[in-house]
């Protein structure tokens, strides 16, 4: 994982500096799940329990980008390191009502997106890949006996959005999809979970260039 944070530093720099049209700064902002599932059933001995999403926290992100410019287009690569905390209603299924208890998971990851984007008027219409490379986690659902968490070790997707630039200030509003679903790292029981929804978030970033 370290090598390839520092060999995505060290590109981001070398291209950097072969390019008269460029510009180096930081970033930092907020993001928030797009969910909307029916959660997922389970046993837990005799009894029966669903695991329901209950709501995303805002999750956090910050690092360093750099802009590429060239024939009315941009190519933005960033490497950041980003933290989302999503909410549990875990849910034991019994003849007297369910039994609601709230669980919570926070998610660590380093993403690395990489936008082309050219400019209409004010605005920066942009899109590109982004890579997750999972770092580490905490959960409460290790309450549940025979719950493990199973995260790939890196997950793709795609961002799309505007952008805006005032001085050396850079806003930009995205709408990220991922290729894979929310949830897929549960396993209890050595059964494989995933809500029915893809981990796609809103992210709202503010730059400052140097």
């Not at 389970?42 to 360093?64: C, M, Q, R, S, T």
């Not at 004010?122 to 890579?131: E, H, W, Y």
């Not at 709408?175 to 995933?194: P, R, V, W």
Request: contains cysteine.
């Amino acid at each position: 994982m370290k090598k390839i944070i520092l060999s995505a530093l060290a590109s981001i720099f070398i291209l950097s500096s072969g390019y008269s049209q460029f510009e180096i700064g930081v970033k930092s902002g907020v993001s928030s799940f797009d969910l909307a599932s029916d959660g997922i059933v389970f046993k837990d001995g005799n009894n029966d329990y669903k695991l329901n999403f209950n709501n995303a926290e805002y999750g956090v992100h910050f690092g360093v980008y750099t802009r590429l410019s060239f024939l009315g287009l941009y190519v933005e690569p960033a490497v950041l390191f980003n933290s989302n905390t999503v909410n549990f209603n875990l849910e034991e299924l019994s003849e007297d009502g369910p039994l609601s208890t709230l669980k919570s998971e926070t998610y660590r990851n380093v993403d690395i997106p990489l936008l082309v984007g050219t400019k209409l008027g004010f605005l920066r219409l942009q899109a590109g890949p982004v890579a997750h490379f999972y770092l580490d986690s905490t959960s409460d659902l290790f309450s549940i006996s025979g719950y493990k968490h199973n995260f790939k070790s890196a997950t793709y997707g795609g961002q799309i959005g505007l952008g805006v630039d005032f001085w050396k200030f850079r806003f930009d509003l995205l709408y990220e999809t991922n290729l894979s679903k929310f949830g897929e790292h549960i396993e209890i029981d050595g059964e494989q979970f995933a809500f029915d929804d893809g981990a796609d978030r809103i992210v709202l970033t503010l730059g400052v260039c140097f």
